[in-house]
C-alpha cells in the first residue's frame, strides 16, 4: 500500500531533484525506439556506457528488426559479447525482434499491454521505453529507483511493480519520466547502494534514511 506522505515533501523532493539534476535523459544512446530497445536489453548487468561502446557499432550494422533476425546467431552474439551474458542477450534480442515482425510489422509498439507482450520485456524495460522513445508518462523501477525510494520513505516495498504503483500514486503523473530518470542519477552519483553521501545530499531533511544517520 502506499505511504501516506505530505503533498508539500512531495513537491520540495520534485523541486530538489528538478534543479539538481536539470535536464537527465537515458544514458543509453540511441535513435529510435527500436535501438533503444536493444540497448535496455544490452544494458542488464553492464555500464551504459559499455553498452554505447557496443551499440555505436552494432547500430551501423543492423538498423531494422530483420536484420537482427536474419544475421546469423553466431556473429550477434560476438557483436554484443562485451556486454557479457551475450548468448542469453543474442537470444534475447533475436525473439524480440521476431515478436516485432511477427506482430507489428517490425516497429516497436507504443502501449504497456503490447510490449510486455514481447518476450523478454517486463514492466521496467516497457517503460523505459514508453518514457523515453514516445514521450507517454511512466515510472522505471530499476536497482537505483527502488533503493532510494525505499531510503528517502516513499515505500515500503520491494518487489519493483507494488513500487511503480506506490510511486505512481506520490508523484504526479506529468512528472512520472523525469522523476526517473533524476531518480537513476541520483542514486548513481550520490545514493549509493553500499555508501549512501548522505551529508552531502540535498535530499537529507526530507530522507527518512538521511534524517537517522544525522
Ligand atoms: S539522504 Fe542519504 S539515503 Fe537519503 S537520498 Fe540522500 S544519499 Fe540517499
Given at each position: 500500500m502506499a505511504q501516506k506522505i505530505a503533498k508539500s515533501r512531495i513537491?520540495?523532493?520534485l523541486e530538489i531533484l528538478?534543479?539538481?539534476y536539470p535536464g537527465v535523459k537515458t544514458a543509453l544512446g540511441h535513435r529510435?525506439?527500436?535501438e533503444l530497445l536493444i540497448a535496455t536489453i544490452l544494458s542488464a548487468q553492464c555500464?551504459?556506457?559499455r553498452v554505447n561502446q557496443v551499440t555505436k557499432t552494432l547500430f551501423q550494422k543492423l538498423r531494422t528488426a530483420k536484420d537482427f533476425v536474419e544475421v546469423p546467431?553466431?556473429?550477434l552474439e560476438e557483436m554484443v559479447r562485451p556486454t557479457g551474458f551475450y548468448r542469453n542477450k543474442a537470444k534475447s534480442i533475436r525473439a524480440c525482434c521476431q515478436a516485432l515482425l511477427e506482430r507489428h510489422s517490425g516497429k516497436v509498439p507504443d502501449n504497456m499491454e503490447a510490449l510486455l507482450q514481447l518476450p523478454g520485456i517486463g514492466r521496467k524495460t516497457a517503460n523505459v521505453l514508453l518514457g523515453s522513445a514516445f514521450g507517454i508518462p511512466g515510472i522505471v523501477v530499476d536497482t537505483h529507483v527502488k533503493r532510494v525510494s525505499?531510503?528517502?520513505g516513499l515505500t515500503r516495498e520491494s518487489d519493483p511493480v507494488k513500487i511503480e504503483f506506490d510511486l505512481m500514486a506520490l508523484i504526479p503523473k506529468k512528472d512520472w519520466i523525469d522523476f526517473s530518470h533524476q531518480m537513476i542519477w541520483h542514486?548513481?552519483?550520490l545514493c549509493k547502494a553500499r555508501k549512501p553521501n548522505c551529508p552531502a545530499c540535498p535530499l537529507r531533511e526530507l530522507c527518512d534514511?538521511?534524517?537517522e544517520t544525522t
Amino acid at each position: 500500500m502506499a505511504q501516506k506522505i505530505a503533498k508539500s515533501r512531495i513537491k520540495k523532493l520534485l523541486e530538489i531533484l528538478r534543479n539538481t539534476y536539470p535536464g537527465v535523459k537515458t544514458a543509453l544512446g540511441h535513435r529510435n525506439p527500436l535501438e533503444l530497445l536493444i540497448a535496455t536489453i544490452l544494458s542488464a548487468q553492464c555500464t551504459d556506457e559499455r553498452v554505447n561502446q557496443v551499440t555505436k557499432t552494432l547500430f551501423q550494422k543492423l538498423r531494422t528488426a530483420k536484420d537482427f533476425v536474419e544475421v546469423p546467431l553466431s556473429d550477434l552474439e560476438e557483436m554484443v559479447r562485451p556486454t557479457g551474458f551475450y548468448r542469453n542477450k543474442a537470444k534475447s534480442i533475436r525473439a524480440c525482434c521476431q515478436a516485432l515482425l511477427e506482430r507489428h510489422s517490425g516497429k516497436v509498439p507504443d502501449n504497456m499491454e503490447a510490449l510486455l507482450q514481447l518476450p523478454g520485456i517486463g514492466r521496467k524495460t516497457a517503460n523505459v521505453l514508453l518514457g523515453s522513445a514516445f514521450g507517454i508518462p511512466g515510472i522505471v523501477v530499476d536497482t537505483h529507483v527502488k533503493r532510494v525510494s525505499q531510503r528517502i520513505g516513499l515505500t515500503r516495498e520491494s518487489d519493483p511493480v507494488k513500487i511503480e504503483f506506490d510511486l505512481m500514486a506520490l508523484i504526479p503523473k506529468k512528472d512520472w519520466i523525469d522523476f526517473s530518470h533524476q531518480m537513476i542519477w541520483h542514486g548513481r552519483a550520490l545514493c549509493k547502494a553500499r555508501k549512501p553521501n548522505c551529508p552531502a545530499c540535498p535530499l537529507r531533511e526530507l530522507c527518512d534514511y538521511g534524517r537517522e544517520t544525522t
